[in-house]
């Protein structure tokens, strides 16, 4: 408290909750501040190095293998992508020919950094005791008077190690106190008027030093310490050089061509490092505030004499003032005078699920992940693990304090979805200002795409609060944390599978979609003709092809799904206790009774999921008579037909848990998403099973038989598909469940409240709603409204194809062919790029060999003799060798991005290989017609040389030569 405060009265604190009751979860906040920090300078310095060190002539040849390649960083990601994948081997060569490798030095930086961090933790405390030139408190306690009493209020605190006490006598106007130190060292610097005063004012000085002990019980100091050195290293040794660096990027490096080209990537690269102090220093001032009110509780608990605390505030009129008032609270480290007062009584700050840490924590996630993504991609699995484990853990610690303040305060317990809004709001701005999403773009092309990620994080946030509240109604140990970390440890699995999804592939949704239908079969390796009463549902398919549960291997998290239902089922399972529980003894000492229980078993859900279950067979039995033909063979083996048949119990088993899911959430009051993807899952396992028997025994169902009329087990064929459903059914099932859930919801609430309007007025309920729940419950309809549409969007932009044709193209020629052309400018860069990262050299090395072969050939119509016929014979197979080779090397360059251009440069290749061909066929049959042969072969490759070379001067890729 390094605060004054007035006089103090005899008046003890009153704590009746215990704040202790369940983990704060400041540490998780810490963890992801120290990780967004040394994520960052990993991912910084490199960069700047290189920028430092680089020769700009090698990084210039390097950055035009990626032009040449048909980058254009003028459009998004995937109108490149086709020429870009087209030329994938070549630009792994070309980059490779022009890489630097600095990675040592980056390596030396981030020791003399660490190294740096551990000094000046070290020294922290030194230079604070240097600074206030600071005394020892025996030689200002010159009576004896203090030390007694501060060894009691050690003893009181429950410290095992005994803090320094040392005074300031320079502060001699205030009495204050503050602690800092090193790990196992620790100083409590007491100020000079608060020593002065420690005899007439004596409750306030031990009010005092308790708060200060109460620092050193909660083990505050070194976290915050460690945290201060590794900011302020990294503020000076990192950000810095890596600002001055992208302001010489924005500004002056390289031509304003290339600045002004790739400006918007280099731009959002730069605000991130705003955005990085931005959310280190409020959510570092947050943690602070905090820590002040559990250090003011501790000590109120030990005894603390409540008048230091009446401080009065200052009276603020307006509006503004208020408002302003509000965002300067936000920086400071200290929380108001009125709020510590008031939490002494009602610790409900504590419990509150406040907007902008969870906005901040959402924003640092999606900053860490972009730091993060030079790991390897065998790593992706741990990187979207360890960044749900930390969204989820901070907001679901939030949650499960929240909820149980309500509970043990009568209060109505948090819906969770403001929670979901808040870090999804967060990871959505970090995004959208970053160059995860937007790539080279101001914005991404379809920012929609972000609210899958918004509306994952709602559904989790809703079933963390509705799973805490069955939970601590249930849980009968002594402590709450085993079954707060088996609440936290289903959502963030669950949201770990749809971020490795959307790291994987759903981020590409964000600049629009990438298949077509044909695309789409062309990815499976499938092309065919569509039978036509199948022909639409491959429609359907481009869409779920692209969204979660595409993947069915363990490493994608596909299975996590089943925890959102397979746990909630434990806790109405157990009975609640007849008795107040340990834990709530232990949190509210005054009561007596035990919380109510839960108002519903698992034997409703279960009858739910069965019924849901028996309406999915019945959906598989229709699809499947759908699909039967006359005569199965004759189209079984196409792949439409065989995407088809894998896709429609998919999406039978999707609908069918959409449906029980919203049924259950629309007639159920309490724990509605809980019920409704119990209920869910339930049918989702049913349907499955149903899936696995149908296919095992096809060939004898007579109408429902699809692949084959022989009738036989086939349940080596079945698993394997099952698993892919599977994947599909509590992947992609959960979120659409969980959607159709809040639906369901809404749409029950409507219908009650329609039932009530027809309602005489005497038996309508008297007590009228407040207007704040009215107005939350809109904003809840809204915000799940806009999230819904959002999503409906993003999965309804789809540009389908009805070709019939067969295909045999790969893949990347099949996907969205809607890519606008290059600019002018563009086109002339790019042609630049082809022709300076070795356009030019593949043809001065083809024109070479082309003069060798000339010399070759004359040489042996120059020869005289048997001997020098076959030594010119000798050097023209050499010669040809050389053809073959350095044709094959062009032919493995990069395609012109020009359409124009690559016509003329194949027509380059064609020729050298006719060439190459002639001069092998004048080796092996010498004579005059394989000569002609060679002649003729032989001017038209010299012509289409200097046809390439006209076309790259002519489109400015090159400049003409002077006559």
């Given at each position: 408290?390094?605060?004054?405060?007035?006089?103090?009265?005899?008046r003890?604190?009153?704590?009746?909750?215990?704040?202790?009751?369940?983990?704060?979860?400041?540490?998780?906040?810490?963890?992801?501040?120290?990780?967004?920090?040394?994520?960052?300078?990993?991912?910084?310095?490199?960069?700047?190095?290189?920028?430092?060190?680089?020769?700009?002539e090698?990084?210039?040849?390097?950055?035009a293998?990626?032009?040449?390649?048909?980058?254009?960083?003028?459009?998004?990601?995937?109108?490149?992508?086709?020429?870009?994948?087209?030329?994938?081997?070549a630009?792994?060569?070309?980059?490779?020919?022009y890489?630097?490798?600095f990675?040592?030095?980056?390596?030396?930086?981030?020791?003399?950094?660490?190294a740096?961090?551990?000094?000046?933790?070290?020294?922290?405390?030194?230079?604070?005791?240097?600074?206030?030139?600071?005394?020892?408190?025996?030689?200002?306690?010159?009576?004896?008077?203090l030390?007694?009493?501060?060894?009691?209020?050690?003893?009181?605190a429950?410290?095992?190690?005994?803090?320094?006490?040392v005074?300031?006598?320079?502060?001699?106007s205030?009495?204050g106190?503050?602690?800092?130190?090193?790990?196992?060292?620790?100083?409590?610097?007491?100020?000079?008027?608060l020593v002065?005063?420690?005899?007439?004012q004596?409750?306030?000085?031990?009010?005092v030093?308790?708060?200060?002990?109460?620092?050193?019980?909660?083990g505050?100091?070194?976290?915050?310490?460690?945290?201060?050195?590794?900011?302020?290293?990294?503020?000076?040794?990192?950000?810095?050089?890596?600002?001055?660096?992208?302001?010489?990027?924005?500004?002056?490096?390289?031509?304003?061509?290339?600045?002004?080209?790739?400006?918007?990537?280099?731009?959002?690269?730069?605000?991130?490092?705003?955005?990085?102090?931005?959310?280190?220093?409020l959510?570092?001032?947050?943690?602070?505030?905090?820590?002040?009110?559990?250090a003011?509780?501790?000590?109120a608990?030990?005894?603390?004499?409540?008048?230091?605390?009446?401080?009065?505030?200052?009276?603020?009129?307006?509006?503004?003032?208020?408002?302003f008032?509000?965002?300067?609270?936000l920086?400071?480290?200290?929380?108001?005078?009125?709020?510590?007062?008031?939490?002494l009584?009602?610790?409900?700050?504590?419990f509150?699920l406040?907007?902008?840490?969870?906005?901040?924590?959402?924003?640092?996630a999606?900053?860490?992940?972009w730091?993060?993504?030079?790991?390897?991609?065998?790593?992706?699995?741990?990187?979207?693990?360890?960044?749900?484990?930390?969204?989820?853990?901070?907001?679901?610690?939030?949650?499960?304090?929240?909820?149980?303040?309500?509970?043990?305060?009568?209060r109505?317990?948090?819906?969770?979805?403001?929670?979901?809004?808040?870090?999804?709001?967060?990871?959505?701005?970090?995004?959208?200002?970053?160059?995860?999403?937007?790539?080279?773009?101001?914005?991404?092309a379809?920012?929609?795409?972000?609210?899958?990620?918004?509306a994952?994080?709602?559904?989790v946030?809703?079933?963390?609060?509705?799973?805490?509240?069955?939970?601590?109604?249930?849980?009968?140990?002594?402590?709450?944390?085993?079954a707060?970390?088996?609440?936290?440890?289903?959502?963030?699995?669950?949201l770990?599978s749809?971020?490795?999804?959307?790291?994987?592939?759903?981020?590409?949704?964000?600049?629009?979609?990438?298949?077509t239908?044909a695309?789409l079969?062309?990815?499976?390796?499938?092309?065919?003709?569509?039978?036509?009463?199948?022909?639409p549902?491959?429609?359907?398919?481009?869409?779920?092809?692209v969204?979660?549960?595409?993947?069915?291997?363990?490493?994608s998290?596909?299975?996590?799904?089943?925890?959102?239902?397979?746990?909630?089922?434990?806790?109405?399972?157990?009975?609640?206790?007849?008795?107040r529980p340990?834990?709530?003894?232990?949190?509210?000492?005054?009561?007596?009774?035990?919380l109510a229980?839960?108002?519903?078993?698992?034997?409703?859900?279960?009858?739910?999921?069965?019924?849901?279950?028996?309406?999915?067979?019945?959906?598989?039995?229709?699809?499947?008579?759908?699909?039967?033909?006359?005569?199965p063979?004759?189209?079984?083996?196409?792949?439409?037909?065989?995407?088809?048949?894998l896709?429609?119990?998919v999406l039978v088993?999707?609908?069918?848990?959409?449906?029980?899911?919203?049924?259950?959430?629309?007639?159920?009051?309490?724990?509605?998403?809980?019920?409704?993807?119990?209920?869910?899952?339930?049918?989702?396992?049913?349907?499955?099973?149903?899936t696995y028997l149908?296919m095992?025994?096809?060939?004898?169902?007579?109408?429902?038989?699809?692949?084959?009329?022989?009738?036989?087990?086939?349940?080596?064929?079945?698993?394997?598909?099952?698993?892919i459903?599977?994947?599909?059914?509590?992947?992609?099932?959960?979120?659409?469940?969980?959607?159709?859930?809040?639906?369901g919801?809404?749409?029950?609430?409507?219908w009650?409240?329609?039932?009530?309007?027809?309602?005489?007025p005497?038996?309508?309920?008297t007590?009228?709603?407040?207007?704040?729940?009215?107005?939350?419950?809109?904003?809840?309809?809204?915000?799940?409204?806009?999230?819904?549409?959002?999503?409906?969007?993003?999965?309804?932009?789809?540009?389908?194809?009805?070709?019939?044709?067969r295909?045999?193209?790969?893949?990347?020629?099949?996907?969205?062919?809607?890519?606008?052309a290059?600019?002018?400018?563009?086109?002339r860069?790019?042609?630049?790029?082809?022709?300076?990262?070795?356009?030019?050299d593949?043809?001065?090395?083809?024109?070479?060999?082309a003069?060798?072969y000339?010399?070759?050939?004359?040489?042996?119509?120059?020869?005289?003799?048997?001997?020098e016929?076959?030594?010119?014979?000798?050097?023209?197979?050499?010669?040809?060798?050389?053809?073959?080779?350095?044709?094959k090397?062009?032919g493995?360059y990069?395609?012109?991005?020009?359409?124009?251009?690559?016509?003329?440069?194949?027509g380059?290749?064609?020729?050298?290989?006719?060439?190459?061909?002639?001069?092998?066929?004048?080796?092996?049959?010498?004579?005059?017609?394989?000569?002609?042969?060679a002649?003729?072969?032989?001017?038209d490759?010299?012509?289409?040389?200097?046809?390439?070379?006209?076309?790259?001067?002519?489109s400015?890729?090159?400049?003409?030569?002077?006559?």
């Amino acid at each position: 408290m390094a605060d004054s405060a007035p006089e103090a009265g005899e008046r003890p604190a009153s704590v009746p909750l215990d704040e202790r009751v369940l983990a704060a979860g400041t540490t998780l906040r810490f963890i992801l501040l120290l990780l967004l920090l040394a994520a960052a300078g990993a991912s910084m310095v490199p960069g700047t190095v290189w920028h430092l060190l680089a020769s700009s002539e090698t990084a210039d040849k390097a950055a035009a293998c990626w032009l040449a390649a048909g980058l254009d960083p003028g459009v998004s990601m995937n109108e490149s992508y086709v020429q870009h994948t087209q030329n994938a081997s070549a630009l792994k060569e070309c980059t490779a020919r022009y890489s630097q490798d600095f990675s040592g030095v980056p390596l030396g930086v981030g020791t003399v950094a660490i190294a740096t961090v551990v000094a000046v933790y070290w020294l922290l405390p030194v230079w604070r005791t240097r600074r206030s030139k600071v005394t020892p408190l025996d030689a200002m306690d010159v009576h004896g008077g203090l030390r007694p009493l501060l060894d009691e209020l050690v003893s009181i605190a429950g410290l095992t190690r005994q803090p320094r006490f040392v005074v300031d006598p320079g502060a001699a106007s205030t009495a204050g106190a503050v602690a800092f130190g090193r790990w196992r060292g620790h100083t409590v610097c007491l100020d000079g008027g608060l020593v002065a005063t420690s005899d007439t004012q004596r409750d306030r000085f031990r009010a005092v030093v308790l708060h200060e002990l109460a620092h050193l019980r909660n083990g505050d100091i070194g976290v915050t310490y460690v945290t201060i050195a590794l900011w302020r290293v990294f503020f000076v040794l990192v950000l810095l050089p890596w600002a001055a660096v992208g302001l010489d990027i924005l500004f002056f490096a390289g031509t304003p061509d290339a600045r002004s080209q790739f400006a918007p990537f280099n731009t959002h690269d730069r605000v991130l490092g705003g955005l990085i102090v931005l959310a280190v220093y409020l959510t570092r001032a947050g943690i602070l505030r905090n820590r002040e009110i559990y250090a003011d509780l501790m000590a109120a608990r030990w005894g603390a004499s409540r008048k230091p605390w009446e401080v009065p505030a200052p009276q603020r009129s307006g509006v503004w003032s208020r408002l302003f008032a509000g965002f300067v609270e936000l920086w400071r480290t200290h929380p108001s005078w009125a709020l510590r007062r008031t939490s002494l009584t009602d610790p409900k700050a504590l419990f509150a699920l406040e907007r902008l840490p969870l906005f901040l924590t959402g924003l640092a996630a999606d900053i860490l992940v972009w730091h993060l993504g030079s790991l390897p991609y065998g790593l992706l699995p741990a990187k979207a693990v360890l960044v749900a484990g930390l969204v989820v853990g901070i907001g679901g610690v939030a949650l499960w304090r929240a909820v149980l303040y309500a509970l043990l305060t009568g209060r109505p317990a948090p819906s969770g979805w403001p929670v979901g809004l808040w870090l999804g709001f967060g990871i959505a701005v970090g995004e959208l200002t970053g160059p995860r999403a937007a790539g080279n773009q101001w914005l991404p092309a379809h920012p929609e795409a972000l609210l899958i990620l918004v509306a994952a994080l709602v559904l989790v946030m809703t079933w963390t609060a509705q799973n805490a509240e069955w939970w601590l109604r249930s849980w009968r140990g002594r402590s709450l944390g085993p079954a707060m970390l088996a609440g936290l440890a289903a959502p963030s699995l669950a949201l770990a599978s749809v971020l490795y999804w959307w790291y994987v592939q759903g981020e590409v949704l964000t600049h629009g979609w990438p298949f077509t239908t044909a695309g789409l079969l062309g990815s499976y390796g499938l092309p065919g003709l569509p039978p036509a009463h199948i022909g639409p549902l491959l429609e359907v398919v481009a869409v779920v092809g692209v969204l979660p549960g595409t993947d069915a291997s363990a490493e994608s998290l596909w299975w996590a799904g089943v925890l959102l239902w397979a746990l909630p089922l434990l806790a109405p399972a157990i009975r609640a206790p007849a008795r107040r529980p340990k834990w709530l003894a232990g949190a509210l000492p005054e009561t007596v009774a035990p919380l109510a229980p839960n108002p519903s078993g698992p034997g409703r859900l279960l009858a739910a999921g069965l019924a849901g279950g028996l309406v999915c067979w019945a959906g598989l039995a229709m699809a499947r008579a759908h699909m039967h033909t006359p005569d199965p063979a004759a189209v079984r083996m196409t792949g439409p037909f065989q995407l088809a048949h894998l896709m429609w119990p998919v999406l039978v088993i999707c609908g069918a848990m959409a449906l029980t899911a919203a049924v259950v959430a629309a007639v159920t009051d309490s724990a509605w998403l809980l019920a409704g993807l119990v209920a869910a899952g339930i049918t989702a396992l049913l349907g499955a099973g149903g899936t696995y028997l149908l296919m095992s025994t096809d060939g004898c169902l007579g109408p429902l038989n699809t692949m084959t009329n022989t009738c036989r087990w086939w349940p080596d064929v079945a698993w394997p598909l099952v698993r892919i459903e599977l994947a599909y059914a509590l992947a992609l099932g959960t979120l659409v469940a969980g959607l159709s859930a809040f639906a369901g919801r809404g749409a029950g609430l409507l219908w009650r409240r329609r039932g009530r309007i027809g309602q005489h007025p005497a038996a309508r309920p008297t007590a009228e709603r407040p207007l704040g729940r009215v107005r939350q419950r809109g904003a809840r309809v809204a915000a799940v409204a806009v999230v819904a549409v959002g999503v409906g969007t993003t999965v309804l932009t789809v540009q389908t194809s009805r070709s019939t044709t067969r295909s045999a193209k790969p893949p990347e020629s099949m996907l969205d062919q809607s890519t606008r052309a290059p600019s002018a400018s563009m086109a002339r860069i790019q042609g630049q790029a082809w022709s300076a990262a070795g356009g030019l050299d593949h043809i001065n090395a083809l024109s070479a060999a082309a003069r060798e072969y000339t010399t070759a050939f004359e040489a042996v119509a120059r020869s005289t003799s048997d001997a020098e016929f076959a030594t010119a014979m000798g050097k023209l197979n050499t010669t040809c060798a050389e053809l073959v080779r350095v044709t094959k090397r062009a032919g493995a360059y990069f395609t012109v991005p020009n359409p124009a251009g690559q016509q003329v440069w194949s027509g380059v290749l064609t020729r050298y290989r006719q060439l190459a061909t002639a001069c092998r066929n004048l080796t092996t049959h010498p004579g005059s017609a394989t000569t002609r042969a060679a002649t003729a072969a032989h001017q038209d490759a010299a012509g289409s040389a200097d046809a390439m070379i006209h076309w790259l001067a002519k489109s400015g890729a090159i400049r003409r030569k002077s006559p």
